[in-house]
């Protein structure tokens, strides 16, 4: 496996901005009028990949005069990780083509597949943790790597249901991926909640066992309750309103374990107003700054 990412050095099309520290929300362009406006917001923005796969038009319009002014975060949603086949050679052609495009300050992808065979399925689907995955997961993220020329960020899941065929923890295979291919991890941590609830296990025994130190931006995330049909509760990673507290509480812990990390506040469903996100991006903003202090200079400790 390749634990070293060549990158091409080449004349930038925007700023280089800093990412460190910042909090940031999703990019909607309803929302761009809004931004364009306010003088006062200071983060960045993330916005999925394959929104932008196209070669032109107000979407890519717009997303430069924000590239503009903000750092940016590309978040792929459809390359399917975990898939059984090999990567779309032309999803992650245009994948490539945008980071070399807006010279994102972030770029990751989910834990997760969506494809079999040539069906796409719009989900993110939960895969055994086996020894034959970790090969199929780890070969993939290289060609990814390959093919932007520079590390990626590997989110954990969401899920609903457990393989009894996995041989590995969710923690110790994601340290195993960043070991066998030196790619970063985005901590969801709203993700953690969901899934520790589902499975009536402890979100704080995750965070424990979760490889810290490889955390290059973190998620928050409002999500949904449901009654499974027994008689219990399920959440769903709906990202359909504002963080809830146990998420805020779990965040904290976590900043004050690793010190500020690129915070990122998803909201994809029921989109309020830019002040709305702004404000979750703020209390994110807030909390990492409050543990600042504890913290040298340049460096984070796990």
Not at 8 to 17: I, K, T, W
Not at 140 to 149: K, L, M, N, P, R
């Amino acid at each position: 496996m390749n634990h070293h990412v060549s990158t091409v050095n080449a004349p930038r099309r925007f700023p280089r901005f800093t990412i460190d520290g910042l909090s940031g929300a999703s990019f909607k362009p309803e929302h761009f009028e809004a931004i364009s406006k306010d003088g006062a917001f200071d983060g960045f923005l993330e916005v999925h990949a394959e929104n932008y796969m196209g070669d032109g038009g107000p979407p890519h319009r717009q997303l430069t005069v924000m590239r503009e002014r903000f750092p940016l975060s590309l978040h792929g949603v459809c390359m399917s990780i975990g898939g059984q086949g090999e990567l779309d050679a032309d999803h992650l052609a245009r994948f490539a083509a945008l980071v070399h495009r807006y010279e994102p300050a972030l770029v990751s992808e989910h834990l997760a597949w969506s494809t079999h065979d040539d069906v796409f399925l719009n989900d993110l689907l939960p895969l055994p943790y086996t020894s034959e995955t970790l090969e199929r997961v780890c070969a993939h993220i290289d060609q990814v790597q390959e093919a932007i020329g520079r590390p990626l960020l590997l989110e954990n899941p969401s899920t609903y249901l457990l393989f009894e065929e996995s041989t590995y923890s969710e923690t110790d295979f994601l340290e195993e991926v960043t070991e066998r291919t030196g790619c970063g991890l985005l901590l969801d941590v709203n993700n953690v909640f969901v899934s520790a609830t589902n499975h009536g296990t402890s979100a704080m025994d995750y965070l424990a066992q979760f490889p810290l130190e490889r955390i290059g931006e973190i998620h928050l995330a409002g999500h949904a309750e449901q009654d499974d049909g027994e008689g219990h509760v399920l959440l769903i990673d709906s990202h359909d309103g504002p963080v809830a507290d146990p998420v805020w509480k779990l965040y904290e812990i976590v900043i004050g374990q690793c010190g500020p990390v690129p915070t990122l506040v998803e909201w994809d469903n029921d989109i309020p107003g830019w002040p709305v996100l702004k404000s979750e991006a703020a209390a994110a903003r807030s909390i990492m700054d409050r543990h600042a202090s504890s913290f040298m200079l340049g460096r984070r400790h796990a």
